[in-house]
């Protein structure tokens, strides 16, 4: 019996846009289920791996396997402000059709954001648009959905509702989710590691969320504590003597 095939495949993939190289080197597989979580600072690729999924960056070099389907819950939400929160959801494709309206209220129903589907997303939190942008990647009900900086400027109400609905997700869709979040980084089933382009680690999170991989990602003194089968991670502003 052979394998279950991987819903993404990356093999020595140099991704960017036009002539101009982001991201080199790149071998990554994804599973179907669960959660990968692209970990890095800011500039480190992140993004520009999970557009090359969603087929709006180029790969220059290399190989490239998506064997499903995907939708994208940018970070960003300028060009859909004027509409409502129902009208953002059904602005999401279902194979060559919009979402109808009863997929868009299950989805917003799934985020918890249904109460809100007549307001315009200009009147909405940072929290909320990002609630918002899920429900309308699960209205697509693609194989994998692509989620960039989730957590990114939230208060720790918006930013504890945002990782329920991604815990939520799992469970029925694979999910991945580019992101600088450490925190939600110890949720994933695999994490890639990204700095300047090239990948330092990839693993599960209690083998790759190190001191010395930290350090190295983000260019400051961490710190890696675990308490059993919890794992708190701090980036200390002044170091021991």
Do not use: C
Not at 189 to 210: A, F, H
């Amino acid at each position: 019996m052979h394998p279950p095939e991987p819903l993404v495949e990356f093999k020595d993939a140099y991704i960017g846009y036009g002539s101009r190289v982001v991201v080199r080197g790149l071998n990554l597989t994804v599973s179907r289920g669960g959660l990968t979580v692209l970990l890095g600072p800011n500039g480190s690729g992140k993004t520009t791996v999970m557009r090359a999924i969603f087929g709006s960056a180029r790969v220059v070099k290399g190989v490239l396997r998506v064997n499903g389907t995907v939708s994208y819950s940018p970070a960003e939400v300028d060009g859909l402000v004027n509409l409502t929160v129902l009208e953002t959801v059904r602005t999401a494709r279902r194979g060559y059709a919009w979402v109808n309206n009863e997929d868009a209220v299950k989805a917003l129903s799934e985020v918890g954001m249904l109460s809100k589907a007549n307001a315009r997303l200009s009147e909405l939190s940072t929290g909320e648009k990002r609630l918002t942008m899920i429900a309308r990647a699960i209205a697509s009900n693609a194989d994998l959905i692509l989620i960039d900086e989730p957590t990114a400027n939230l208060d720790p109400g918006n930013r504890h509702r945002v990782l329920k609905v991604i815990l939520s997700l799992i469970t029925q869709h694979t999910v991945m989710v580019a992101t600088h979040d450490v925190d939600l980084a110890l949720l994933a089933n695999q994490v890639i590691m990204l700095r300047d382009g090239s990948v330092v680690d990839v693993g599960p999170p209690v083998e790759v969320i190190t001191e010395e991989n930290l350090t190295k990602l983000y260019g400051v003194s961490a710190r890696v504590m675990r308490n059993g089968g919890e794992v708190h991670v701090v980036f200390p502003m002044h170091e021991k003597p």
